[in-house]
């Protein structure tokens, strides 16, 4: 049979003393927040030593740089303007699509596939 009597048996572990003032009990118990103040402390210093452990994956540089570039791009374009003087013009029926109206379209165009393809990327997308 298995079960019950293959239980690995807990060895006692000699307690930790922590003194605190009055007001650091209560401030601990509040961050505790229903639970045991073992459970809390426990939970605090090995959460925090996982997160020293644990080290970043090169891909998640490549990708803030891929994001910052597509960002940037965002941020030196004319789209946002070129776009709204376009719909503008559409909007009250005097959109004439000339060279230099083409000109920006093409050029609104050609941001946004430049951004998708970097944020794409970014994701770790094909697209």
């Known amino acids: 049979m298995s079960g ?5 048996k807990r060895t006692a572990i000699s307690p930790v ?3 605190l003032t009055p007001d650091e009990r209560e401030r ?8 045991t103040l073992s459970a809390y402390i426990r939970a605090c210093v090995f959460a925090e030593e996982e ?11 490549a990708d803030k740089k891929a994001a910052t570039e597509a960002l940037a791009l965002l941020g030196q374009s004319r789209i946002a303007s070129n776009l709204n003087q376009l719909a503008y013009h559409a909007n009250i029926g005097a959109l004439m699509v000339g060279e230099a109206e083409k000109a920006q379209i093409a050029e609104a ?5 430049s951004i998708r393809s970097l944020l794409m990327q970014a994701l770790g997308k094909q697209g």
Not at 51 to 61: A, D, H, L, Q
Not at 109 to 113: D, E, F, I, Q
């Open 51 to 61: 997160k020293r452990r644990k080290r970043k994956p090169k891909s998640v540089v």
């Open 4 to 8: 019950a009597g293959n239980k690995e």
């Open 28 to 35: 601990l118990e509040e961050l505790a927040a229903g639970m």
């Open 17 to 19: 003393t922590l003194r």
């Open 109 to 113: 165009y050609a941001h946004v596939l």
